[in-house]
């Protein structure tokens, strides 16, 4: 089928294909909040899932693992989803709407990764594809370290930018983490992105969830 051809039976106008960019620094917990959104989008709301990762190396363990619930993986591999591998985003976007047609596509770039990148390549992907949607960019911050993640030098600038390209702030791990460290995170969050909606979740406990994923939906 061509990019862009409506399939049979769908009328036009009433398919939308809406991604939604799932980041964050590396061990935020990307794939475990993936995991739970496409499990709770196509088990309970009986949506149509498709979920894009992008991960460096040979074997894409956390595309396994997704497997097991039955959602669609395309592993676009290659490098970062905001740069080296933009023009393969797109083009994986295209196969999954022209041949699985998926109610959401969730997104899942590297931990280094820069959100308003991502975007970009979504916008692009916007013009291409009939019916895609952007939807908001959800950025994941670690509630267990956010003082590490936003006071060394290592991190602070790489963590503090994904920050200010985020729609919505998730802290996440609050099962875990001590509470001076949310309102830390927080009172940072309030000073590095002031306009993004900050949520406290757990995407191993659930908590928070459903609340997210009313927002982003």
């Given amino acids: 089928m061509i990019p862009g051809q409506i399939r049979p039976g769908i009328q036009v106008g009433v398919y939308i294909m809406k991604v939604i960019q799932i980041a964050g620094y590396l061990g935020s917990g990307k794939t475990t909040s993936m ?40 592993d676009i591999g290659g490098g970062c989803i905001c740069c080296t591998a933009a023009i393969n985003l797109i083009k994986t976007l295209e196969i999954l709407h ?38 908001k960019a959800v950025v994941l911050l670690d509630a267990t370290r956010p003082r590490k993640l936003l ?47 900050i949520i406290k979740i757990s995407s191993k406990t659930g908590v928070g969830m459903d609340e997210l994923l009313a927002t982003i939906s």
């Fill in 35 to 74: 995991i739970e959104f496409g499990r709770t989008l196509s088990k309970k709301q009986n949506k149509k899932v498709a979920l894009i990762v992008n991960e460096i190396g040979e074997v894409p363990v956390d595309g396994k693992v997704m497997k097991e619930f039955d959602l669609e993986v395309k």
């Fill in 151 to 197: 006071g060394n030098k290592h991190y602070k600038h790489l963590v503090e930018q994904q920050l200010k390209d985020a729609d919505v702030v998730a802290i996440n791990k609050i099962d875990c983490a001590k509470e001076d460290d949310i309102e830390y995170a927080i009172a940072e969050l309030e000073t590095i992105n002031s306009e993004a909606e």
């Fill in 98 to 135: 022209d041949h699985y047609s998926p109610d959401y596509v969730l997104v899942e770039p590297t931990g280094v990764a820069i959100p308003n990148m991502v975007k970009k390549a979504l916008d692009q992907s916007a013009k291409m594809i009939d019916g895609l949607e952007k939807g």
